[in-house]
């Protein structure tokens, strides 16, 4: 008996003491739920770390961007959230200094620039060339860059193949006023006479009045007088007093000054803007204090594989002559149309593979969304794709100027440090 009170003393013991045990190592939260989360924070695991901008790069291990921001953790659990957005803490909006925009709807200030020359008008070029061999026995213009009104005497051209043609038909003429009575066989045959006599003058442009004075039974003039087609200036002389001219050959160049072109050559990136009917800007070297103001006539269908450009006409009106054939010209063309949707230069972020932008959801949060761009302003650019008229931006660049010290190296090649202002952004 003494033996089984002893076993159950001895079994009692063993159980009270596991049970005492087991109550001594529960553990018991010192600062209740706060400490628990901060618990449940650190064995959070963290994935890898993203860009603070949105941009798709990741680090396995924590590294700063270009700007100097540091990339932001991205915990398990927490991946469909880092891949919809950005949350940046108003500290760090503030001390980047950036600023927001809106898309709104909006008519680009684009310009396109270029250089250019002046060059005569084509379609206001004329060319005296005789259309038989002849001598010029009187020479009345006889300087280049004289001013000639239409219709005024430029030389007096003798030749023997004109006056023989001029004979020829004064006598048909005459013979066809003579037959009359005459059968009707004979009669046609002067006249087809007299008409290939007439062809022949009008061929070599005799004038009419002087056509009609043969006819008249006036006789035939030894020289004929070349005028002048329209009113211009004489850009080219050749004909010399008492010189031999042949058949085509070019004696004077006259062009029409009141209005000129100016051949402009726009880059290739830049063709696409320009449309026909746009208003261009045209300052010369000769006078850098005026403009001359004109219209895009003609986009030329070619490229110069040299200089990667398009030649470009727009037509200048000349009235008191100071543009002059191969003046130098800068040249601003009004490459903006309607309204677009729009947003600044300086929200979008071009990666040279995509256009990226950061919209802003409230509260710190931001969203990095891809766009599809159009035309480009001085200050804002079109978007075709991607945003809605209303989103708020966040212009992620801005240009600051900056002090900086730089270490230079003067006239004797000595190192110092000079203090410098230069653009970053």
Partial sequence: LGAVLFGAALAAGYWWGAKR????????????????????????KILYYRNPMGLPDISPVPKKDSMGMDYIPVYEGEEREAASGVKISPEKVQKLGVRTAKVERRALDAVVRATGRVEVDERRQFTIAPKFEGYIERLVVNATGQFVARGEPLFDAYSPELLAAQREYAVAAHGLAQLKDADA???????????????????????????????????PRRTLTFRAPAAGVVLEKRAVQGMRFMPGEMLYQIADLSSVWLIADVFEQDIGRVRVGQRAAVKLEAYPERRFEGRVTYVYPTLKPETRSAQVRIELPNPDGRLKPAMYAHVE??????????????????????????????????????????????????????LKEGDDLYCSYCLARLRITREMLDDEGNKKKVEVEEDWE
């Fill in 21 to 44: 045990a087991a109550h001594g190592t529960q553990a018991v939260p010192q600062d209740g739920p706060v400490a628990a989360a901060t618990a449940a924070k650190k064995e959070r």
């Fill in 333 to 386: 063309i009004a490459a903006g149309g309607g309204t677009v949707l729009a947003v600044p230069n300086s929200a979008v972020i071009d990666s040279g593979a995509r256009r990226v932008v950061i919209v802003d959801r409230g509260e710190g949060r931001f969203e990095p969304r891809e766009v599809k761009l159009g035309s480009r302003g001085d200050e804002y650019v079109a978007v075709l794709d991607g």
């Fill in 185 to 219: 066989q004979t009669v046609a045959g002067m006249k087809r006479l007299a008409e290939a006599a007439l062809a022949r003058l009008r061929n070599w442009d005799v004038s009419d009045e002087e056509i009609a004075q043969l006819a008249a039974g006036g006789e």
